[in-house]
């Protein structure tokens, strides 16, 4: 977590937890000279998907071949699925290009400096939503998460959904109807920056942008600080949504895929969870 967040990974605090408990086999250390020199996860969601990240050589023992020794050993641990997912920096996609891996989209940074005070009234979803009611925590029932990510993401993920809805840390916020079927959720979590801590948001998932925009608010309700957001360049719409809040673009990786990328729209898809593991 501390090579992580000195990358400027900013890793949320539990992530690693959380992904190790998908795939318990699927984060290693390399060391040399009984001391730790770099990282790398490869995590097998089910026999359809994986995906690599937390990915790195402590600086002083780059350019030595060590990077290329953990690359080797996560891709034979994810060989045989049909599809496997990363993140890489813009100057990074030749070095993947090399190993099969294709370019799918952008993916965007957003940045907000949130001042902890009420963004929504508590009639909002009431007025506006056709009786969506706003529910938190304890009282969402995970079933309805569960059915609703399942059909959103590239693979389904009940193990992660199931940790990332009861961990402690942060606040989890879902969109339910009188028949307590999902029509949105989201989860802010505190993480590591470089200097200091701030809030991530992710994974963020609505039928539709006012509904993200609501979720978003609610979440930023009370988390007073820097909150950062990756949004998914395959739906062209949650770009379009930060920049009407007023959050500001910080940077930009590449998702890309080696195999079959799964054919699932994300256009509901507006926050990732984590980009390091996925």
């Known amino acids: 977590m501390s090579w992580a ?19 318990k086999q699927g984060l290693w250390v390399g060391w040399l000279d009984q001391r730790p020199i770099g990282c790398i996860a490869g995590v097998r969601y089910n026999a359809a998907y ?49 190993w099969d891996f294709s370019v799918s989209s952008t993916t965007t940074r957003w940045e907000w400096l949130a001042d902890g005070s009420s963004l929504i009234t508590n009639n909002l979803v009431e007025k506006e939503f056709d009786g969506l009611r706003l529910v938190k925590g304890d009282f969402i029932p995970p079933d309805s998460v569960q059915a609703y990510d399942a059909m959103r993401e590239p693979s389904p993920r009940p193990h992660f959904i199931a940790d990332w809805l009861k961990h402690p840390a942060g606040t989890v916020v879902a969109l339910l109807d009188g028949n307590d079927d999902c029509h949105g959720f989201g989860r802010i979590r505190p993480c590591l920056l ?72 994300m256009n509901d898809v507006y926050g990732l969870a984590c980009l390091e593991l996925g």
């Open 50 to 98: 994986g995906f690599i990240g937390l990915f790195l050589v402590v600086p002083e023992e780059r350019g030595k071949g060590y990077g290329l020794q953990l690359w080797q050993h996560a891709l034979r641990h994810l060989d045989d699925l049909p599809c496997i997912g990363l993140e890489a920096a813009p100057a990074r996609i030749e070095d993947y290009a090399k």
């Open 194 to 265: 470089r200097d200091g801590e701030g809030w991530r948001i992710g994974p963020l998932l609505a039928d539709t942008p006012r509904l993200a925009e609501l979720l978003v608010k609610s979440l930023l309700d009370s988390h007073p600080g820097v909150v950062l957001i990756d949004t998914p360049g395959l739906n062209p719409l949650a770009d379009e949504l930060f920049r009407k809040l007023g959050f500001e673009a910080l940077s930009t990786t590449v998702r890309m895929y080696r195999g079959t990328q799964p054919p699932i729209s």
């Open 5 to 23: 967040r000195s990358e400027g990974f900013t890793p949320g605090r539990g992530d690693v937890a959380i992904y190790r408990h998908t795939d």
